[in-house]
């Protein structure tokens, strides 16, 4: 039987960086590549735009000629062509001649401005102006975004929907990104049964994990599979031995307790190596990390709320990590509308409702109790070597919506 030591959070979290792993690579359509992380640089095969576009619907002119044009002093234009998106002219603009022109449409060889069409009457060829422009008016210059050879994103970038239309732009219809990590979540337990309407039979519980870490893995922008195993040793190597062969991590729920035999770190200790069990943490504790056939186990609590927080603090840096993406808690300040209690040599996570100015934290604070989960949108982090915050204190927050994809 494995014995714990409980480790402290900052050399867990050593441990489990000491061994990060990164995905392979692989190359995609464009069209896939939304909430992806480049694996290569993009270097412009084009200038963006590729001319000399007109900026709005109006009429290509030499600016000059407009100077001192107003309400009270028209000038005339002849109007020679017309061009629409994706056409252009071969004609040239002279002196008070002026061209029909679209919007993204290219500047006619003379003209050097736009004017707007509501500055304007026309009757056939003839155009009135009322109104003037300066030179490069209503042009957007060729290569204005992007300058072909450019290098317009590195690596490691992630792409949001601004990058994927940069990357189109650049000419790019396949993008080199790294893998999506495949995790296996492994559910341990006897008594868990799926979600119903019918009545419970005594000593069952629902299980509500699967549901939770599935969504925080697939937030994490990995690939998530599920199973089940019981509570025999035998029946729980099978399981991780098998998810080891097959896949790129590895999570248990269930069984980590440290007071008693844990079959789940017995078989990572029979089968592997444990990097740590048992953390100075709370909520959460119990957690587990080790390494089975090269591939990361996390080893997360039985207990909703603190495999949840177990998630946060080890496991969703982790997976952000191995598809080249950095990831570090975004820790802002807020002022405590209660007082906090902690001790000396833990680091808490409490659950808090947080705004702009303060964070309350969440009264129900057992690591069971859902809940507290759906009422707060925040951590507050007390260190280790505090002993806690009074009420009106600065407090260190993490929000939840910061630690998404």
């Known amino acids: 039987m494995f014995l714990s030591k409980l480790d402290s959070l900052n050399n ?8 990060q792993k990164v995905c392979d690579i692989e190359e995609i359509s464009i069209y896939d ?4 992380v480049l694996a290569e640089d993009i270097i412009a095969f084009h200038d963006s735009p590729p001319f000399d576009k007109s900026a709005m619907d109006g009429y290509a002119l030499i600016a000059e000629d407009t100077f001192g044009s107003s309400q009270s002093n028209p000038r005339e234009f002849k109007i020679i062509d017309a061009i629409g998106a994706g056409d252009f002219s071969s004609k040239k603009v002279n002196n008070n001649e002026a061209i029909v022109i679209a919007t993204g449409a290219p500047i006619p060889d003379g003209a050097n401005a736009v004017l707007m069409k509501e500055y304007t009457t026309d009757e056939r060829d003839d155009l009135t102006i009322y109104s003037q422009v300066t030179p490069g008016e209503n042009i957007s210059p060729k290569s204005e975004d992007i300058k072909k050879g450019d290098l317009i994103l590195s690596k490691n970038t992630f792409i949001r929907y601004q990058e994927l239309g940069l990357i189109a732009s650049a000419g790019y219809d396949k993008v080199k990104v790294f893998k999506k990590p ?11 049964i799926e979600p119903t309407k019918d009545e419970i039979d005594k ?12 969504s925080m893995i697939e937030e994490s922008g990995a690939i998530c599979e599920i199973s089940h195993a019981g509570d025999s040793f035998d029946e729980v190597k099978k399981a991780i031995l098998d998810a080891s062969e097959n896949y790129d991590v590895i999570m248990t729920t269930g069984g980590t307790a ?5 079959v789940v770190l017995d078989v990572v200790d029979d089968v592997g190596d444990i990097l740590f069990h048992g953390v100075a943490i709370r ?22 709320v603190a495999a949840m927080s177990q998630f946060d603090i080890f496991a969703r840096k982790y997976l952000f990590e191995m598809q080249g993406r950095s990831f570090d808690f975004n820790i802002v300040k ?4 209660l007082k906090i209690p902690s001790q000396l040599g833990r680091t808490d ?11 309350k934290h969440v009264l129900n604070r057992g690591s069971g109790i859902i809940r507290s989960m759906v009422e707060a949108n925040s951590y507050i982090i007390i260190d280790e070597n505090d002993e806690g915050y009074q009420k009106d204190d600065l407090v260190d927050v993490v929000f939840f919506n910061s630690l998404v994809w």
Request: charged letters at 25%.
């Open 182 to 192: 495949r995790v296996k979540v492994i559910i341990t337990g006897n008594e868990l």
């Open 33 to 36: 590549a939304h909430k992806r």
């Open 334 to 337: 807020r002022t405590s509308l």
């Open 349 to 359: 996570f409490i659950r808090a409702f947080s705004d702009d100015d303060y964070a």
């Open 12 to 19: 867990a979290l050593k441990l489990i960086n000491d061994n």
């Open 283 to 304: 909520p959460g504790k119990p957690i587990g990390a080790g390494i089975v056939n090269n591939k990361m186990i996390f080893t997360l609590s039985g207990q909703p």
């Open 203 to 214: 000593a069952k519980i629902i299980n509500s994990n699967q549901f939770t870490i599935k």
């Open 258 to 262: 440290i007071s008693k035999g844990d």
